[in-house]
C-alpha cells in the first residue's frame, strides 16, 4: 500500500511541474525565445503562452523597451594630436527578439566597441576648437553608423550624446586664460563704448540746451523791443489825443535832462542843440502867464544848438 502512495505522490509531483513549465506568462514590453531541442521555434509574446513541458525551453527573455547605457570615458586623439576624454550614452532599444538573441553573442557589448571605434574615426578628422563646438555633428555621425551596424542584430538605436568631452589639463588651462582676455575684452570694449555714447548724449544735452537758451533770449528780446514799441505807441498815442503844444512839450524835455546826467560813468555832459528851443519856449510860457518874467528875455534870437558848451564834471 505505501508504494502505491509514493508512486501517486511522485505523480502529482511531475503533474504539477509540468503545468508549470507549459504555463509561460511573458510581462507586458517582453519577449521570449523558445527552443526545442536546442533549435529555435518560436517568439513568446506579452501574456499567457503554451509550451510543451520538457521539451520546449525558454532560451532568453528580453526586454522590448528603450534602454539608456551609458559608457566609461574614451580617450581619443583629434586632428592636431591632442587625446580628449568623451563620455557617450546610448539609447537603444530591441525590435527583433530573435536576431537580438542569434545575430550577436553580446549586443551591448558589440554596440559599446561600435561605438568607440567610430567616435575615434570621427574625433581624428576634427581639431580641438571643432570637436568641443560639434557635439551635434557627431552625435549625428554616430547615430548614423551605429544605427546602419545594429540593424541587422534587432536594435535600432534611437540616440547618442556625448556626457562631456575633457580636454587635457594644460589645454584647460590655456582655454580658460583665453577666455578671461576674451572677458576682459569684452569688457573693456562696452566701457568704451558706454563712455562714448554717456560724451555723446552730453554734448547732445548741452547742443539742445544751448539752442533753447538762445531761442528763449532771442524770444525775450523779441517780447521787450514789442514791449517797448508798445510803450512808446501808447504814449505817442497819449500825446496825440491830449492835443500837447510846444510848451508842455519843452517842459518836459528840461524834466528829462537830469536823468540823462544821471550815471558816475558821465563824466562828459554834451548839452543838445534842442535846449535853446526848450527854454525859447518856457520863456513864452513864462511871460505869457506872469506878463514877462525877470531875467528872461523873449525877444532875444533862438539859439540854433549849433553850439555845444561842456560842464564839468560832477564829482
Known sequence: MQPIIIVLIILVVLVFIALIKTIQVIPQASAAIVERFGRYTRTLNAGLNIVVPFIDSIRNRIDLREQVVPFPPQPVITQDNLVVNIDTVIYYQVTDARAATYEVASYIQAIEQLTVTTLRNII????????????????????????????????????????????????????????????DKRAAILTAEGIRQSAILTAEGEKQSAILRAEGEAKASALRAEGESQAIRTVFEAIHAGDADQKLLSYQYLQMLPKIAEGDANKLWIVPSEIGDALKGLSGAFGNLGGGAPGFDTGAPANTGKERREEPPVD
Open 124 to 183: 581624428g578628422g576634427m581639431d580641438l576648437e571643432r570637436t568641443l563646438t560639434s557635439r551635434e555633428e557627431i552625435n549625428a555621425a554616430l547615430r548614423g553608423v551605429l544605427d546602419e551596424a545594429t540593424g541587422k542584430w534587432g536594435i535600432r538605436v534611437n540616440r547618442v550624446e556625448l556626457k562631456a568631452i575633457e580636454p587635457p589639463t594644460s589645454i584647460q588651462d590655456s582655454m580658460e586664460k583665453q577666455m578671461r582676455a576674451d572677458r
